[in-house]
């Protein structure tokens, strides 16, 4: 389901993916004050994945801009690693509001259909500190941060599918140093088989296998559906899985 779900919506899968973690990860032993962290740090590390086969794709369509890439990337690393550093600090249920906060937030911009107006600028220091506040969301939260920095690209005047393409490329360097700070924080210790700090393999290995072979599906279905109805279907999903986790953590 997540890779269908990321070829039709152009995601990189982390709202999709954490929910499931925090449904099935009681069901292997995992304590449940760690269970959001297990869930976050192991969807960044499977984003790592989709993250790098979807650069593929938008790299042979010509629709990464590489020096932006380059520009940013310091920013998506200072900010993913201090993400990760925070979450340690954190208790479980606090990650779990961030996640759902982030959830119907994106899914109220996405119903607004909200098109921001470019706002050209030559100065490279607000990209810089952007991407720091896009790793620093993303790694708290576990996604690969399209959400958050496609929106500030068509701002400063990137073409829409340069800046989908641009995200698609920032998200591989925010997802591997999200999951490496998941996994080697001093933090991230545990008595879990099969596990790395807060990196759970079994659940990396089967998301990513079987993701890798349904994306290209969901990508093929996305060109017969409407872009505004595919706005409408990812927004009803965010509500409703954070709803979910809200009923099922609480109640």
């Known amino acids: 389901v997540a890779g269908f ?73 200072f900010g993913a690693l201090v993400g990760a550093a925070v979450a340690s600090f954190l208790q479980g249920t606090v990650l779990i509001i961030l996640f759902v906060a982030g959830a119907f937030f994106t899914g109220v911009y996405l119903l607004s259909g909200h098109q921001p107006q470019p706002h050209l600028s030559e100065r490279q220091w607000p990209f810089v500190a952007y991407g720091s506040f896009t790793g620093l969301v993303s790694t708290l939260i576990g996604i690969g941060g399209g959400s958050v ?51 759970y393999f079994p659940a990396f290995l089967g998301i990513v296998i079987f993701s890798t072979l349904s994306a290209p599906v969901g990508a093929k279905v996305a060109h017969l559906i409407p872009a505004p109805l595919l706005r409408k279907l990812f927004a009803a999903f965010l509500f409703l899985t954070g709803a979910q986790i809200l009923y099922s953590h609480w109640f």
């Open 149 to 199: 920095l496609v929106p500030y690209l068509v701002y400063k005047g990137r073409p829409i599918v340069k800046a989908v393409g641009t995200a698609a490329a920032c998200g591989f360097p925010i997802a591997l140093f999200g999951a490496l700070g998941y996994a080697f924080g001093s933090y991230a210790q545990n008595d879990i088989q099969y596990s790395l700090g807060y990196l």
């Open 5 to 77: 779900m990321a070829g039709l919506l152009g995601i990189g899968g982390g709202f999709i993916i954490v929910p499931v973690l925090i449904w099935v990860f009681p069901l292997v032993g995992i304590p449940e004050k760690t269970i959001p962290h297990f869930a976050i740090g192991t969807s960044l590390l499977c984003i790592c994945v989709t993250a790098l086969s979807s650069t593929r794709a938008h790299h042979k369509k010509n629709a990464v801009e590489w020096p932006m890439v380059k520009l940013i990337i310091p920013g998506l690393i």
